[in-house]
């Protein structure tokens, strides 16, 4: 399995009306790809989820799955962040859950997974930030800039609910802003195709 | 405006030393992104810009280490949390518990009490409670003190009966506490039976022989080592076919205890100690 030190580390936020371009996003990838994509999207979180099974079905050669504690980041999969635990990354590269308080009553938060991806993978960092009601992924997406990370947000205009995008937008004057068409176009260039 | 100071691994890990050197618990086989989170989140709340300024607090002022140690382990916790996981205990496991003359069940890491009261709750409704015994530790006193008063926050309610009712729970839920103002008091009849024990699981040894063990979502904070640690302690005081049950995201794939486990409901993570 190949290290994820040489590769590009992108890391998706979205909330209310995120899916549809999760989606449309994960089907215009490379497969297989090299990197990693890590998603977090919020979810009610005791009502079982289905969500990865909703990825999963949208190429059987596209690698989905929601990492268990400890799990290794490896190259060429989409990591779900599961439901009700907020995700971490450790420097060792693997995974790593935490079940305290809601961020921005939300569990998996996007800020805490955004700052964490940044502290490990520092100028690595892709963070895509999508259409939501809220304001979580704002201050993530400032560390991930500080520590020379390439921020985006997704058009708010192009966003069912545009508060979220919008509030990183404000907070963070050096975001890229993309459509999602676009969004798919920049994320070729980072995850690139690999020969079967 | 950036609400995160940086803390180094150097930082943290004297930080550690500084906590277990004055006042015994040792954090060093935490796992480190979610210990650094929540030290920062301290420092934060506390106003506390530097390290500098938080070892002096911590080295000088035992109240605050007290409050520090309450808001650095994680203390949140649900009633009926992840309803298919009662839902197996109830099918799966309690039938054969019912074999045993008294049922000894521990509660590690047991936060604020939430899964034991629960837990409680199954046992009387398949009419097991009354020849129970409900061990639940955990590392922080304060946790143990708001489990023994067994009280709640009423806005909470409702999500715990829409969890109890997914677990296939039968019974109207507000009959197993009285509301008072914002606040719920678990009936007492489901208190008597719970033994609460200050026990830290990075250090502190078997102390009884058990049928059942839950340990939900406690392993996460720790490294590699001390779950494997953890695990093995588990195998040591669980009696021959007992069960364990562990989060639903947490894996007894590393441990060297593994194979001394057969799996019950991988789903739900229930395991049985083999013979």
Redesign the interface.
């Known amino acids: 399995m190949k290290a994820t030190h040489d590769i590009g580390i992108v890391v998706i936020g979205g909330s209310a009306g995120s899916i549809p371009v999760i989606t449309d996003v994960l089907q215009s990838l490379p497969k297989p790809f090299s990197g990693t994509v890590i998603l977090v999207v919020h979810r009610s979180k005791?009502?079982?989820s289905e969500l990865y099974k909703l990825f999963l079905n949208i190429d059987e050669s596209l690698l989905v799955c929601?990492?268990?504690?400890?799990?290794p980041v490896r190259s060429g999969y989409v990591y779900l962040a599961?439901q009700?635990?907020h995700l971490?990354?450790?420097?060792d590269e693997t995974f790593?859950?935490?079940?305290?308080?809601p961020v921005h009553y939300s569990r998996p938060s996007i800020d805490?997974t955004f700052?964490?991806v940044a502290?490990v993978y520092t100028n690595r960092v892709t963070a895509i930030l999508l259409s939501g009601a809220n304001r979580d992924g704002a201050?993530g997406l400032?560390?991930i800039l500080?520590t020379g990370g390439a921020g985006i947000i997704q058009e708010p205009a192009t966003a069912d609910y545009p508060a979220m995008p919008q509030a990183a937008a404000e907070?963070n004057p050096g975001v890229r802003i993309l459509t999602p068409d676009q969004i798919k176009t920049y994320l070729q260039t980072i995850l690139q195709p690999i020969e079967k | 405006?950036?609400?995160?100071p940086v803390l180094t691994?150097e930082e943290l890990a004297k930080i550690i030393h500084l906590i277990h050197q004055q006042y015994g618990y040792d954090f060093s086989n935490y796992?480190?992104?979610?210990l650094e989170?929540?030290v920062l989140r301290c420092m934060q709340q506390a106003g506390l810009k530097t390290t500098y300024e938080l070892k002096y607090s911590l080295i000088n002022d035992k109240s605050f280490f007290d409050w520090f140690l309450q808001s650095l382990t994680?203390n949140?916790t649900?009633m009926f949390?992840?309803?298919?996981f009662y839902r197996d205990l109830r099918e799966k496991v309690l039938p054969k518990l019912a074999t045993y003359p008294v049922i000894k069940i521990w509660h590690a890491g047991c936060a604020t009490g939430e899964e034991v009261f629960s837990m409680a709750i199954l046992l009387a409704e398949a009419g097991l409670l009354e020849r129970s015994r409900l061990y639940a530790t955990d590392l922080n006193p304060a946790n143990l003190e708001q489990a023994r008063q067994g009280i709640i926050p009423l806005q909470q309610m409702k999500?715990y009966t829409?969890?109890y009712m997914?677990a296939g729970g039968k019974n109207a839920f507000s009959s197993y506490y009285t509301a008072l103002y914002d606040h719920v008091i678990i009936r007492k009849e489901f208190r008597t039976n719970i033994v609460l024990a200050q026990h830290n699981l990075a250090v502190d040894q078997v102390f009884n022989e058990f049928q059942l063990i839950c340990c939900r979502?406690v392993?996460?904070?720790f490294d590699?080592e001390l779950?494997n640690r953890v695990f093995q302690l588990f195998h040591d005081s669980l009696s021959p076919l007992g069960y364990l049950a562990i989060?639903t995201?947490?894996?007894i794939q590393?441990a060297d205890v593994r194979t001394q486990f057969e799996t019950i409901s991988l789903p739900t993570r229930i395991y049985r100690r083999k013979q």
């Open positions: 005791n009502t079982p929601e990492p268990n504690d400890k799990d599961p009700n635990y971490l990354i450790e420097s790593s859950l935490d079940y305290s308080e805490v700052e964490s502290r201050d400032e560390r500080l907070q | 405006m950036s609400q995160h691994a796992a480190r992104a979610s989170r929540r994680v949140v649900e949390r992840d309803p298919i999500a829409d969890n997914q979502n392993l996460i904070y590699r779950q989060g995201k947490e894996s590393t």
